[in-house]
């Protein structure tokens, strides 16, 4: 790997512990305050509103501007949530504005991958950032359990500044405002991201001119034999997950009563598995086999409502492995694939904000079902039960999908695997 690869890693790792540790931070402020129930898992589709409103935005803009110079003005961006967090602003809409930095950055931190490394790379550095990724997930909701716990909080709260009164009085804004701190180092690492001898592309005046090139780089990717069963496997199992994590403190809550500093360790036992399933298919995977995957996403679902029937955290403990291993082990791949394809297709910083738009409008629908089905009164047991038969069923769907395409549409299928299988050597 490059040098600039472990650049890039090193600042994802600490712009993804703060957002995962801010979630935590987020649902005890919210906790604290006597915020309404329906609020917590709310927070879930504010975080993904500005990836869809500015999906045709951030992707011109990521292709536009070097890229190392957009991860920084985004941790810039998620930095002012948070303060806005802090002193007087409404949770969800700091929360948005934190998910508005993160819908920059995304692009700009995928996208540089497909600039900085060869094909044959990519599903090793897939394996590497995700991997990554999900340990500063791991790292960042056990962070953030423990700063709105009884023993960090105190010191937190303890610190004095001279002659200077910050506000911060609850656990909850102490372990807010240390994540200030993590996305300034984030940025410095930021500021050390090689330029790549990728063009940059001219980014357009006309908004409407922006919107027009996404939709169209939306259908060509949709319209893409391999592009497509990609982009449909990836959106569903981030809609998934990106919800799991909330309804996780809710299931934790209600099967096992533990507190949102408990809750939060068994959130990060699910991305232990997820982990080492992305670590072992970045070793045995391979691009033009990506699609080899997709059984497992109908498990992954199966497993999701297994979890209803789990009440002892001794059982819960490796059946959280086991399910975020799955998950781990499908995503790499077709991640892999799909930014292969895009990058064919388009610039890569479009082509991973088609990805997010896609991805994160499955995760708003998702988190509005969940928030709905709160605000009614139904439990986290049934919550779960409708992910879990809607994922295997979805996942069931794709896999016919893609069966029939290599039946109907054989030789473009072929055509696009052996692009794929050149490319890796």
């Known amino acids: 790997m490059k040098k600039g690869f472990f650049t890039i890693m090193s600042a994802q790792f600490f712009s993804s512990l703060a957002d995962n540790a801010l979630l935590v931070g987020a649902i005890e402020l919210l906790k604290s305050s006597g915020a309404p129930a329906w609020q917590i898992p709310a927070l879930t589709p504010m975080f993904a509103l500005f990836y869809v409103i500015l999906a045709p935005l951030v992707g011109a803009f990521a292709d536009a501007v070097p890229k190392g110079k957009v991860m920084l003005y985004s941790n810039g961006i998620k930095a002012i949530g948070c303060l806005l967090m802090l002193f007087g602003g409404h949770p969800l809409l700091a929360y948005a504005i934190v998910g508005l930095g993160a819908a920059a950055y995304s692009p700009a931190k995928y996208g540089i991958l497909t600039e900085l490394l060869p094909p044959s790379q990519l599903v090793k550095a897939n394996g590497w950032i995700e991997g990554l990724t999900i340990a500063s997930i791991i790292l960042g909701v056990l962070l953030g359990g423990q700063l709105v716990g009884p023993r960090l909080s105190p010191l937190l709260l303890g610190i004095d500044v001279p002659l200077l009164d910050t506000g911060v009085d609850t656990p909850a804004e102490a372990a807010i405002a240390t994540m200030i701190v993590l996305y300034l180092i984030a940025a410095a690492f930021n500021l050390k991201i090689p330029r790549t001898e990728a063009p940059l592309q001219p980014l357009s005046s006309s908004v409407l001119e922006l919107v027009r090139d996404f939709g169209q780089c939306n259908t060509r990717l949709w319209k893409d034999k391999l592009g497509q069963i990609s982009l449909a496997t990836t959106t569903l199992f981030w809609g998934v997950s990106g919800n799991l994590r909330v309804i996780v403190f809710a299931w934790a809550a209600a099967a096992l009563g533990y507190s949102t500093t408990q809750a939060s360790s068994l959130v990060g036992v699910v991305a232990i598995g997820t982990a080492a399933g992305a670590v072992i298919a970045s070793i045995f995977m391979r691009l033009d086999r990506a699609t080899n995957v997709l059984p497992l996403g109908i498990g992954m679902g199966i497993l999701v409502v297994g979890l209803n029937g789990v009440h002892q955290v001794w059982l819960a403990v490796p059946f959280l492995i086991v399910l975020g291993a799955l998950g781990g082990y499908l995503v790499v791949p077709m991640n892999a694939l799909l930014q292969h394809r895009g990058h064919n297709l388009m610039g ?68 696009l695997l052996a692009i794929a299988r050149s490319d890796c050597h």
């Open 348 to 415: 890569a910083g479009r082509s991973i904000a088609v990805q997010n738009f896609n991805e994160q409008t499955c995760i708003l629908a998702l988190g509005a079902i969940y928030t709905g089905m709160t605000r009614v009164g139904l439990s986290a047991f049934t919550a779960i039960g409708v992910f879990g038969l809607g994922v295997a069923g979805l996942m069931w769907l794709i896999r016919r999908w893609h069966r029939r395409n290599c039946v109907v549409h054989k030789a473009e299928v072929e055509h």
